[in-house]
Each structure stands twice: as structure tokens, then as C-alpha cells.
């Protein structure tokens, strides 16, 4: 009885972590698809709305959900509460937010050279970086979808059969 229960909880806990790293697969083409929606907004924000960029980040972290609202959110107040450069504000709201994304360290560098542009250009030379940027996360999103297309299923089937593996090898 003891030696089922074991099995069952083995099997559950390696099904559970293979499906985590799934989720983490399908999590970050989701997340810069949101990304790159979120600068499409600042950018039609900036061009055609003249909003302010602390105005322009408060209204992307209503219509976003967490981790990247947070991100947005914490760049605004930086901008409102503190004496700082927008460079400066935009790159410690992304080392703040950055380890709860499911983004990798090329859209944290292509995040962190868009912030040392924001705010420093007229508005259509501000429009081109953010073509820039979003033709960067459009390949990076193409990478991520083609790994979750790869490995997703794998690393669901991994999680349960490295359970069976390791039930086989102990019994």
C-alpha cells in the first residue's frame, strides 16, 4: 500500500513538473505577443495621442494583465516619483519585472536598447525604433512558437515517463 501511494505521488510530481515546463513554453510566445501589442499602443500613443510617456505607461498597465503590466506600471511611477532619465526608469522597471516574464535574455536586451531610445528622438525617429524593436520580437515570437511547437508535447511526456522510469528503477 505504502509502495503505491509512493508510486502515485512520484507519477504526479514529475507528470506536474513536465506540464509546468510546457506551460512555461506556451507562456512566452503569449507574453511578447503582449509585448509587442503594448508597444503598437505606445506607439500609436506617441504619435497620434501626444500622451506623455508616463501617461501613455499608466494606460498600457491597465490593459495589460501581470507580469508586463507591473513592468509598465513600475516604469510610470518611476517617471512621476523619482528624479530620473526615462532610460534609467525604463531599465530598472525591466530588471524589476524581468525574472516573473517567461521571456529570455534576447528580449531583455532588445527591451533594454528600445529604453535607451524612448524619449530621446521626435516622434517619428521614436516611431522607427519601435519598428525596430518590433521586428526583433517578431523573431524572437517566430523562435518561441517554433520551441513550443517542438518540445511542448515533449515535455509533458518526459514529466510522466521520467516518473515511470524512476517507479521501475526503485521497485
Known amino acids: 500500500m505504502v509502495k503505491l501511494l509512493g508510486a502515485i505521488f512520484i507519477i504526479v510530481a514529475t507528470t506536474w513538473t513536465g506540464f509546468e515546463a510546457a506551460k512555461h513554453l506556451s507562456e512566452r510566445p503569449r507574453q511578447l505577443r503582449q509585448l509587442k501589442s503594448a508597444l503598437q499602443s505606445l ?98 515570437e517566430a523562435d518561441a512558437i517554433d520551441k513550443q511547437v517542438r518540445y511542448e508535447k515533449m515535455a509533458k511526456s518526459l514529466g510522466f515517463f521520467s516518473g515511470l522510469l524512476l517507479i521501475i528503477l526503485l521497485i
Open 43 to 140: 506607439e500609436a500613443e506617441i504619435m497620434y495621442g501626444h500622451t506623455p510617456l508616463h501617461e501613455a505607461a499608466r494606460r498600457l498597465a491597465a490593459q495589460l494583465t501581470k507580469p508586463l503590466s507591473s513592468f509598465f506600471e513600475g516604469f510610470a511611477k518611476k517617471l512621476t516619483d523619482t528624479e530620473t532619465t526615462v532610460k534609467d526608469a525604463w531599465e530598472a522597471s525591466l530588471n524589476e519585472v524581468w525574472k516573473q516574464t517567461a521571456l529570455k535574455q534576447g528580449e531583455f536586451e532588445i527591451m533594454k536598447q528600445f529604453g535607451e531610445t524612448l524619449g530621446r528622438h521626435d516622434r517619428f525617429s521614436q516611431q522607427k525604433h519601435i519598428m525596430l524593436t518590433l521586428s526583433h520580437l517578431e523573431r524572437e
